[in-house]
T-cell receptor, first 109, second 115 residues
């Protein structure tokens, strides 16, 4: 079966750096997405990786290793507004998105 | 450009009833996907429509159905509602194709409560 694993919950301090990991086992691979979802709101797109390496976008970076079935989302200079759930999703060979259960990130002052 | 819109935003029904939810994608987007989200379960894929045809389907019972119109607007229907159908139903649209053009953009969701 297809599976995506993420930690259920993480806690970090305002101003610090946090890395949220995602490992996947899917039928084929056509890209990996990260989304942010604040409580009670819809997910919003953060990043997309299809080639190995690091994609940087402001305070957020996303890394992909296809050979290891592994990705991480790196958040720098954490702000209180970064408290949210972070969802990892992989597009498989049928171009269907397979979603992880999400990582709830709690930021403490 | 307007985002994805969903109506209604909130809905309360009783067991056994049926419900229809509506989704209008971003202008120019031809693919619409539907998801169910419950606490602790993450996003569960219901189905995807592209050019009025169901392209992919998740593992939900036949009580869940959908359709897409020629203007790409989509509806999903749940018949014979059960208590377990209480959830946030999210619609997402994408241009479709490969790579970044297939990024999904979500609507605000419809929160369904079944009593």
């Amino acid at each position: 079966g297809q599976n995506i694993d993420q930690p259920t919950e993480m806690t970090a301090t305002e101003g610090a750096i946090v890395q949220i990991n995602c490992t996947y086992q899917t039928s084929g691979f056509n890209g990996l997405f990260w989304y942010q979802q604040h409580a009670g709101e819809a997910p919003t797109f953060l990043s997309y990786n299809v080639l190995d390496g690091l994609e940087e976008k402001g305070r957020f970076s996303s890394f992909l290793s296809r050979s290891k079935g592994y990705s991480y989302l790196l958040l720098k200079e954490l702000q209180m507004k970064d408290s949210a759930s972070y969802l990892c999703a992989v597009r498989d060979s049928n171009y269907q998105l397979i979603w992880g259960a999400g990582t709830k990130l709690i930021i403490k002052p | 450009k307007a985002g994805v819109t969903q109506t209604p935003r909130y809905l309360i029904k009783t067991r056994g009833q049926q419900v229809t939810l509506s989704c209008s994608p971003i202008s120019g987007h031809r693919s619409v996907s539907w998801y169910q989200q419950t606490p602790g379960q993450g996003l569960q894929f219901l189905f995807e429509y592209f050019s009025e045809t169901q392209r992919n389907k998740g593992n939900f019972p036949g009580r869940f159905s959908g359709r897409q119109f020629s203007n790409s607007r989509s509806e999903m229907n749940v018949s014979t509602l059960e208590l377990g159908d209480s959830a946030l139903y999210l619609c997402a649209s994408s241009l479709t194709g490969t790579g970044r053009t297939n990024t999904q953009y979500f609507g605000p969701g419809t929160r369904l409560t079944v009593l």
